[in-house]
């Protein structure tokens, strides 16, 4: 199976700048781009994820980790040549249906009481609005700055 057995996803993982061991043997690391990008600073922004996968559309069978991580771009307007599109990307314009496809890809790849990991950063669009994209209730959640750490736990269905 493509998860290789790995209890974590990370469904786009970027740089992997957020982890403390970015070869973590339990993470499975997905992102929709495999490139090596400079930034304007010189900065070598490399993503080499182990799948190249789109969080809309899973390349995982259902019920198949233990934790999600979802990083999406938060970005809805950013030029090509900016350093926050390179590091970070962009949403397509259609961001709603995208953010909304990837939270139920989320929930459907994770067992059940499997835990997902939401961060979101409020540089243009609100955590409110983007948390309104789905069903599910987060259970709580961080705020540093601008960016929110939020915890969602996969309950079965009533
Ligand atoms: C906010 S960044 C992730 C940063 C990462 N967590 C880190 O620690 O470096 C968002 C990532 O989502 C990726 N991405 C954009 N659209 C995607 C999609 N449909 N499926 C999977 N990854 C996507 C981008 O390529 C970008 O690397």
């Excluded at 190249?52 to 979802?70: A, E």
């Excluded at 259609?94 to 409020?122: N, S």
């Amino acid at each position: 199976m493509i998860t290789d057995g790995k209890p974590i996803l990370d469904a786009c993982c970027g740089s992997r700048m957020f982890w403390f061991d970015k070869d973590n043997p339990f993470v499975e690391f997905m992102d929709i781009r495999d490139e090596e990008v400079y930034l304007s600073d010189g900065q070598l922004v490399i993503v080499h994820p182990n799948t190249i996968g789109d969080f809309t559309n899973m390349p995982y069978p259902d019920n198949s980790f233990k934790m999600v991580v979802f990083d999406p771009p938060h970005l809805v307007w950013a030029g090509k040549a900016a350093n926050l599109y390179k590091r970070f990307g962009k949403l397509d314009k259609d961001w709603k249906t995208e953010l909304a496809m990837g939270f139920k890809e989320c929930f459907r790849v994770l067992e059940p009481y499997g835990v997902l990991i939401f961060k979101w950063c409020e540089t243009q669009l609100k955590l409110k609005t983007v948390l309104a994209l789905t069903n599910e209730k987060p259970l709580f959640g961080h705020k540093r700055g601008k960016t929110f750490w939020v915890a969602f736990m996969k309950f079965p269905k009533q």
